[in-house]
């Protein structure tokens, strides 16, 4: 191993959406310049915050529609140190995410990636490279279909113990393929971008807009459905502002099988 590379567990997200829109032709100078502002302003209080206010030391990179969020930790022989290291990194990494869809899920853009363990290269605020990104990169691109971001299967066990910070709730909830962040366990962390029920009654709208969409266009279908019931289950699971519940029928039943969706997924085993 070179001496510039290290362990290290690394987030890569792709921000749904985001690069189109800001290409689009249905809007006019004006507006587009306005909204790249918006969004590019909402990168940088969503760093500022993670580090200030929930003691966030991981480096966070940008490239176009995509965020990369990595922190190196140490092993050593002591084992239980090393899962120590692991799990708070973890913790840290998936902080900065879930800050990040909490954030931008009202805007109307959601989120799909993966997080992984593994070498990385480079200098502190370059773009890295090596094994960790990669397979970070094949969870977004071959196991996740739906809007959400999955944990390898060897960080499961050390996810789903975690917490979301200054809360009892999980940061993690059990889903298929792989466990996912549930990222509107931080609308309180997020507090200062709005509070707990507008993120929740901005996340319900936009959920309401995209299954409206899925009803029309059948291809998005699944991503849709599984929307639609994480923020009704999310909404249930807290026993409060249950009038935020979304009141629709899935836009994907029983059509799963015959689209192949499922096979397209790659073995969370191999991640």
Not at 137 to 162: C, F, T, W, Y
Request: glycine fraction near 6%.
């Amino acid at each position: 191993m070179s001496l510039d590379q290290h362990e290290a567990i690394v987030g890569l997200v792709d921000l749904l959406g985001y690069s189109a829109d800001l290409m689009s032709v249905e809007f006019d100078a004006s507006h587009l310049a306005g909204r790249k502002l918006k969004l590019l302003a909402l990168r940088e209080l969503i760093a500022d915050f993670a580090h200030e206010r929930c003691s966030v030391d991981a480096d966070i990179h940008w490239t176009s529609d995509t965020c990369i969020v990595y922190r190196h930790f140490n092993i050593t022989q002591d084992v239980q140190k090393t899962e120590e290291e692991v799990a708070e990194s973890l913790r840290q990494v998936a902080t900065v995410l879930g800050i990040l869809q909490c954030t931008f899920a009202p805007e109307k853009y959601f989120s799909r990636g993966g997080i992984a363990l593994g070498a990385l290269v480079g200098e502190k605020g370059e773009e890295p490279s090596g094994p960790g990104l990669v397979r970070a990169a094949e969870i977004e691109k071959k196991i996740i279909v739906d809007p959400k971001i999955g944990v390898s299967g060897r960080l499961a066990g050390p996810a789903i113990n975690l917490k979301v910070p200054n809360s009892e709730r999980d940061m993690f909830r059990l889903d298929f393929p792989l466990p996912s962040i549930d990222y509107l366990a931080f609308a309180e962390v997020c507090s200062d971008f709005g509070d707990p029920r507008s993120h929740l009654a901005w996340h319900a709208d936009a959920v309401h807009t995209f299954v409206e969409y899925a009803y029309r266009n059948p291809v998005v279908a699944t991503k849709a459905a599984w929307l639609l019931d994480y923020h009704n289950w999310h909404i249930r699971s807290r026993g409060t502002y249950e009038d935020l519940i979304v009141p629709l029928a899935s836009p994907f039943e029983s059509k799963k099988d015959s689209n192949n969706e499922t096979t397209q997924q790659g073995n969370p085993a191999d991640c």
